[in-house]
């Protein structure tokens, strides 16, 4: 079979497994999850994946569905059961991908190894020379090991380069995704220090901060365009486009008067209320009339409205003609044909203005100018008062805020103690006037706002820069002198973010008096805000060994105990449910409890509340650390806890099943607001726990004694746990259940599991892999690179045949250690069985991809002899040149982020022996250097980059 004929028929296997047809958009990613690369057009001698599908009819047939262009498999004789059984299919796939994969959480990447890497298409040998004998210590040039160079750089091919690519994103690009979008477009690596210089490179493009968001992420924009003639601001509205806007066909119209039913709006993204439509523009901005039908005859298929930034497209797919630009900025030339409005213009709401903490309104002619917020990220502050959670009094702490406020007071002290001075004291105090009042010993003077006069000669004062307030005698208040008025008041008060349903709840209350009045604390500002917006924020208390998140503590005051299981020592409990087995040894499992069960209702009310609700609505929009909302795991809604954050990717802890994994934030769902108070009160339900009478050892476990472990915990349907020991930071208990194994947990981690020797290559010898699952440079996984091709066209025969026989096949009688064809996401795949669990569930390991899956064992069938011709693919590897040690998980995050899904060329140093001799295919270990040839000027060896990150980390700490 060609190459050319291979891809087809993979094509085809991708396409028939969906019924809905793909957009043309997801074609690639669809592809790439099952083939492990993409469709290599420029390869096959086309420009584009579109005229390359156009060219197929045979195998791709496209068609618009709801204005996208989607592609569905052409039926031919071969295949027209299997369409059959697809067309049956009582639900299309949806499209996207589970995330939830992480089984550790990540911390955020703060050094200059992190970066964002591809699968390579192509290879080639590492330059002679550089080898594993390259001197460890030798000095070498000021470079990143993100694998770009930060010296010079062609700046001037650069730039023409970056102003052809902007020309096909008009609207703007992410400043993280630019590097990837110039690979794909140049097949070669944008410079990192190009990525710096793009700000000062104003005529080739704009870069801005997003506003309103939370992520650190810029937008990099074309270059504005001169504009061809002065409009004035007042009579012409200009469409932001960089907000969400939509446009609407025209409504309809009353048979009696023949005009409009309603008045046609135009909405401001920024605004709910109509602006009034602008008045023609000069006749160098207008709408030939041939544009303007062919709009009407477009709008007129989506009553339900458009996006405009999808407008031009279309436009280009549907008449084949370029859509006038200018257009776009200029929407109110449109307003007699259709409408145009923010979506959802009553969910802008005002924001609280910014007002004193002492809620009285400054009566003097001279007003101190609003407190200018800190540029720092964590500022320190120091909490004086806390009304409720929604007025939080603060002062920052610094040279600009405390040390300003201490050399005004001083200043103070010397002006009112100079007696030529007159100093007229207070004689009429009235409610909100500024004044300066002594302390009780004299020698020092502050500032106060006169919030009550309670006798003749007694008022109750409020210090601005302190915020507390305090009663006091009117023969210690002074006219305040307008040479102290140039300093902002101190004080200032803002709101906690996730507490506004519960701002004055007695154990809310009880927990900041506790945890925050009189302490300095870190303070994050959740999103930029106006001069005279309250701010939103989250605040840490970092003076003990573990960070404590005030908002958390609040939210967790709330909770009610008496849903909760207590746990007793010497206590067996029943039906233990193991949720979660960590890495390091950690079990986490629920008991049953009023909370379980309350849980389990709420959830089920979830998802109906859900299916009869837009859940686009419940979108997270203010994420934060320690935030509690919803995401989805195993096809069902559960509660989770945010643990930081990474721009639009966030670390999330499933609290009620102690999982964590990282997700995009497009993925999580606010709680629905009938159930909120619910979900709030039920403590978390996963149980933290360790083995008892067993060796904690340092660091992770082996691969294999967890694997062990999963599979004799997960999925018990019979499980007990008796508590041994009980501790405020987690359990020690001794788990029994009624599973099988034949072997004691103490047996297995002393037994030797080394693997045995079967691989041919000698050292030294040099072979292009492709790395699937790397772990740390201790474990990973490398296929050769020369049968990708052939596994690709394997696994679409395999999809083909036992899609067929599916429906027909009788149960396969299942025995550990024998090989089978697995399903897995819809995918068919070679295993080695593991373990059968008694929940008819079974643990493979896939010898192809090197990775381990629980699958239904109504999944299996038997591998026939047809698809036992192909070597089994995955070799595990470990890691030359860096010795055995234990890798911390920041290390081994760089670790992946340089091999995992990537082409690489790795040098064999040796072969694990084993007494025992020739071992199976899958059980074989390489120990190898792995190098990144990818570059065209130097080679990169990744261990020399881990010795240089290990070092590095072990310096600073």
Same mark, same amino acid.
């Given at each position: 079979?060609?190459?050319?004929?291979?891809?087809k028929?993979?094509?085809?296997?991708?396409?028939?497994?969906?019924?809905?047809?793909?957009?043309?958009?997801r074609?690639?990613?669809?592809?790439m999850?099952?083939?492990?690369?993409?469709?290599?057009v420029?390869?096959?001698?086309?420009?584009?994946?579109?005229?390359?599908?156009?060219?197929?009819?045979?195998?791709?047939?496209?068609?618009?569905?709801?204005?996208?262009?989607?592609?569905?498999?052409?039926?031919?004789k071969?295949?027209?059961?299997?369409?059959?059984?697809?067309?049956?299919q009582?639900t299309?796939?949806?499209?996207?991908?589970?995330?939830?994969?992480?089984?550790?959480?990540?911390p955020?990447?703060?050094?200059?190894?992190?970066?964002?890497?591809k $699968?390579? *298409? +192509?290879l080639?040998?590492? &330059?002679?020379?550089s =080898?594993?004998?390259? @001197?460890?210590?030798?000095?070498? /040039?000021?470079?990143?090991?993100?694998?770009?160079?930060?010296?010079?750089?062609d700046?001037?091919?650069?730039?023409?380069r970056?102003?052809?690519?902007?020309?096909?994103?008009?609207?703007?690009l992410w400043?993280?995704?630019?590097?990837?979008?110039?690979?794909?477009?140049?097949?070669?690596?944008?410079d990192?220090q190009?990525?710096?210089?793009?700000?000062?490179?104003t005529?080739?493009?704009?870069?801005?901060?997003?506003?309103?968001?939370?992520?650190t992420?810029?937008l990099?924009?074309?270059?504005?365009?001169?504009?061809?003639?002065?409009?004035?601001?007042?009579?012409?509205?200009?469409?932001?486009?960089?907000?969400?806007?939509f446009?609407?066909?025209?409504?309809?119209?009353?048979?009696?008067?023949?005009? $409009?039913? *309603? +008045?046609?709006?135009?909405? &401001?993204?920024?605004? =709910?209320n109509?602006? @009034?439509?602008?008045?023609?523009? /000069?006749s160098a901005v207008?709408?030939?009339?041939?544009?303007?039908?062919k709009?009407?005859?477009?709008?007129?298929?989506?009553?339900?409205?458009?996006w405009?930034?999808?407008?031009?497209?279309?436009?280009?797919?549907?008449y084949?003609?370029?859509?006038?630009?200018?257009?776009?900025?200029?929407?109110h030339?449109?307003?007699?044909?259709?409408?145009v409005?923010h979506?959802?213009?009553?969910?802008?709401?005002?924001?609280?203005?910014?007002?004193?903490?002492?809620?009285?309104?400054?009566?003097?002619?001279?007003?101190?100018?609003?407190?200018?917020?800190?540029?720092?990220?964590?500022p320190?502050?120091?909490?004086?008062d806390?009304?409720?959670?929604?007025t939080?009094?603060?002062?920052?702490?610094?040279?600009?805020?405390s040390?300003?406020?201490?050399?005004?007071e001083?200043?103070?002290?010397?002006?009112?103690s100079?007696s030529?001075?007159d100093?007229?004291?207070?004689?009429?105090?009235a409610?909100?006037?500024?004044?300066?009042?002594?302390?009780?010993?004299?020698?020092?003077?502050?500032?106060v706002?006169?919030?009550?006069?309670?006798?003749s000669?007694?008022?109750?004062?409020?210090?601005?820069?302190y915020g507390?307030s305090a009663?006091?005698?009117?023969?210690?208040l002074?006219?305040?002198?307008?040479?102290?008025?140039?300093?902002?008041?101190?004080?200032t008060?803002?709101r906690l973010?996730g507490?506004?349903?519960?701002s004055?709840?007695?154990s809310?209350?009880?927990?900041?008096?506790?945890?925050?009045?009189?302490k300095?604390?870190?303070?994050?500002?959740?999103?930029?805000?106006?001069?005279?917006?309250?701010s939103?924020?989250?605040?840490?208390?970092t003076?003990?060994?573990?960070?404590?998140?005030i908002?958390s503590?609040c939210?967790k005051?709330?909770q009610?105990?008496?849903m909760?299981?207590?746990?007793?020592?010497?206590t067996t409990y029943?039906?233990v449910c193991?949720?979660?087995?960590c890495?390091?040894?950690?079990?986490?499992?629920?008991l049953?409890?009023?909370?379980?069960?309350?849980?389990?209702?709420l959830?089920?009310?979830?998802?109906?509340?859900f299916?009869?609700?837009?859940?686009?609505?419940?979108?997270?929009?203010r994420?934060?650390?320690?935030?509690l909302?919803?995401?989805?795991?195993?096809?069902?809604?559960?509660?989770?806890?945010?643990?930081?954050?990474?721009?639009?990717?966030?670390?999330i802890?499933?609290?009620?099943?102690?999982?964590?994994?990282?997700?995009e934030?497009?993925?999580?769902?606010?709680?629905?607001?009938p159930?909120?108070n619910?979900?709030?009160?039920?403590?978390?339900?996963?149980?933290?726990c360790?083995?008892?009478?067993?060796?904690?050892?340092a660091?992770?476990?082996?691969?294999?004694?967890?694997?062990?472990?999963?599979?004799?915990?997960?999925?018990?349907?019979?499980?007990?746990?008796k508590?041994?020991?009980?501790t405020?930071?987690?359990?020690?208990?001794?788990?029994?259940?009624?599973?099988?194994t034949?072997?004691?947990?103490s047996?297995f981690?002393n037994?030797?599991?080394?693997?045995?020797?079967?691989?041919?290559?000698?050292?030294?010898?040099?072979?292009?892999?492709?790395?699937?699952?790397?772990?740390h440079?201790?474990?990973?996984v490398?296929?050769?690179?020369q049968?990708?091709?052939?596994?690709?066209?394997?696994?679409?025969?395999?999809?083909?045949?036992?899609?067929?026989?599916?429906?027909?096949t009788?149960?396969?009688?299942?025995?550990?250690g024998?090989i089978?064809?697995?399903k897995?996401?819809?995918?068919?795949?070679?295993?080695?069985?593991?373990?059968?669990?008694?929940n008819?569930l079974?643990s493979v390991y896939?010898?192809?991809?090197g990775?381990?899956?629980?699958?239904s064992?109504?999944?299996?069938?038997?591998?026939?002899?047809?698809?036992?011709?192909?070597?089994?693919?995955?070799?595990?590897?470990?890691?030359?040149?860096?010795?055995q040690?234990?890798?911390?998980?920041?290390?081994?995050?760089?670790?992946?982020?340089?091999?995992?899904n990537?082409?690489l060329v790795?040098?064999?140093?040796?072969?694990?022996?084993?007494s025992?001799?020739?071992?199976?295919?899958?059980?074989?270990r390489l120990?190898?250097y792995?190098?990144?040839t990818?570059?065209e000027?130097?080679?990169i060896?990744?261990?020399?980059?881990?010795?240089?990150?290990?070092?590095e980390?072990?310096?600073?700490?």
């Open positions: 079979m060609s190459y050319e004929e291979s891809i028929k993979m094509l085809r296997s991708v396409l028939q497994s969906s019924k809905g047809g793909v957009s043309v958009t074609l690639q990613s669809d592809y999850s099952l083939c492990g690369e993409g469709i290599p420029r390869k096959l001698g086309y420009t584009t994946l579109e005229e390359y599908l156009r060219s197929i009819p045979s195998v791709v047939r496209m068609e618009y569905r709801m204005g996208q262009l989607t592609c569905f498999a052409a039926v031919c071969e295949t027209a059961h299997i369409a059959e059984l697809v067309a049956k009582r299309s796939k949806k499209p996207g991908h589970s995330q939830l994969v992480n089984c550790r959480m990540r955020k990447p703060s050094n200059p190894y992190m970066r964002n890497v $699968p390579r *298409s +192509s080639r040998q590492p &330059s002679l020379g =080898s594993s004998s390259w @001197p460890m210590n030798r000095p070498r /040039p000021h470079v990143s090991y993100g694998g770009f160079s930060c010296g010079v750089y700046q001037e091919q650069i730039q023409g970056l102003t052809q690519l902007l020309t096909k994103y008009c609207s703007g400043l993280s995704k630019l590097p990837g979008v110039y690979k794909d477009m140049f097949n070669q690596h944008l990192v190009a990525l710096t210089d793009l700000a000062k490179w005529s080739i493009c704009s870069v801005e901060k997003a506003s309103g968001t939370n992520r992420d810029c990099v924009y074309p270059p504005l365009p001169p504009k061809p003639f002065p409009v004035s601001t007042t009579n012409v509205y200009k469409s932001p486009l960089a907000k969400p806007t446009i609407f066909p025209p409504p309809p119209v009353n048979n009696s008067t023949g005009k $409009p039913a *309603s +008045s046609v709006t135009f909405f &401001s993204p920024s605004t =709910s109509p602006a @009034p439509a602008a008045p023609s523009s /000069p207008n709408v030939s009339a041939d544009v303007r039908q709009l009407t005859e477009l709008l007129s298929k989506y009553s339900n409205g458009l405009v930034h999808a407008l031009p497209k279309l436009f280009m797919d549907t084949k003609t370029p859509f006038p630009e200018h257009i776009l900025d200029n929407l030339l449109l307003l007699d044909i259709c409408n409005e979506p959802l213009p009553d969910k802008k709401k005002s924001q609280p203005c910014r007002s004193l903490p002492s809620g009285v309104k400054v009566l003097s002619s001279v007003v101190p100018p609003l407190l200018v917020l800190p540029s720092d990220q964590y320190s502050v120091l909490v004086t806390a009304l409720n959670s929604n939080v009094t603060v002062r920052y702490v610094g040279e600009n805020y040390n300003a406020q201490e050399a005004m001083d200043a103070m002290c010397s002006f009112y100079q030529s001075v100093h007229q004291r207070l004689h009429s105090p409610i909100g006037q500024l004044a300066a009042v002594r302390g009780e010993e004299g020698d020092e003077l502050a500032r706002q006169i919030i009550d006069v309670m006798t000669n007694k008022v109750k004062v409020y210090y601005v820069d507390f009663e006091t005698s009117l023969t210690s002074l006219e305040l002198h307008q040479n102290f008025l140039s300093l902002p008041f101190q004080a008060s803002v973010a507490l506004e349903l519960h004055s709840h007695p809310v209350l009880s927990t900041l008096d506790s945890l925050a009045i009189g300095i604390l870190l303070m994050e500002t959740l999103e930029p805000c106006n001069h005279n917006e309250t939103v924020v989250v605040l840490y208390d003076s003990q060994d573990d960070d404590v998140n908002n503590a939210l005051a709330l009610d105990k008496t909760d299981n207590p746990l007793t020592v010497n029943q039906d193991v949720t979660n087995v890495s390091d040894g950690l079990i986490y499992c629920q049953p409890s009023r909370g379980t069960a309350k849980l389990s209702k959830l089920d009310k979830t998802e109906a509340f299916i009869s609700q837009v859940t686009s609505d419940s979108l997270v929009s994420p934060f650390g320690g935030k909302c919803l995401a989805r795991y195993k096809g069902r809604w559960s509660r989770v806890e945010i643990t930081s954050l990474h721009g639009r990717v966030v670390d802890l499933f609290i009620d099943l102690g999982i964590p994994a990282s997700v934030v497009t993925e999580l769902r606010e709680m629905p607001p159930l909120l619910d979900f709030l009160v039920i403590p978390p339900q996963a149980i933290r360790r083995l008892a009478d067993l060796s904690v050892p660091g992770d476990w082996s691969p294999h004694a967890i694997l062990w472990l999963k599979e004799a915990v997960l999925g018990s349907e019979d499980c007990r746990m508590v041994h020991t009980h405020h930071t987690h359990t020690h208990t001794h788990t029994h259940t009624h599973i099988e034949g072997v004691t947990f047996k981690q037994k030797d599991i080394r693997p045995r020797n079967c691989v041919d290559l000698p050292p030294g010898q040099n072979m292009d892999v492709f790395v699937p699952v790397a772990c440079p201790g474990h990973f490398i296929q050769p690179w049968d990708v091709h052939k596994l690709v066209v394997l696994m679409g025969e395999m999809i083909l045949y036992y899609n067929k026989m599916e429906s027909t009788t149960a396969t009688q299942i025995q550990k024998e089978y064809a697995a897995v996401d819809k995918n068919w795949h070679r295993v080695l069985v593991k373990g059968i669990l008694s008819r079974v896939k010898l192809d991809h990775k381990h899956e629980l699958v064992s109504t999944q299996l069938r038997p591998l026939i002899e047809e698809f036992r011709q192909l070597p089994f693919q995955a070799i595990s590897a470990q890691l030359a040149g860096v010795g040690r234990q890798w911390s998980e920041e290390v081994s995050m760089i670790f992946r982020e340089h091999v995992e990537r082409g790795a040098q064999v140093e040796s072969v694990l022996d084993s025992e001799g020739k071992a199976d295919l899958w059980e074989r120990t190898v792995l190098v990144d990818n570059h000027d130097r080679d060896w990744i261990h020399n980059i881990m010795l240089d990150v290990a070092g980390l072990s310096s600073d700490t």
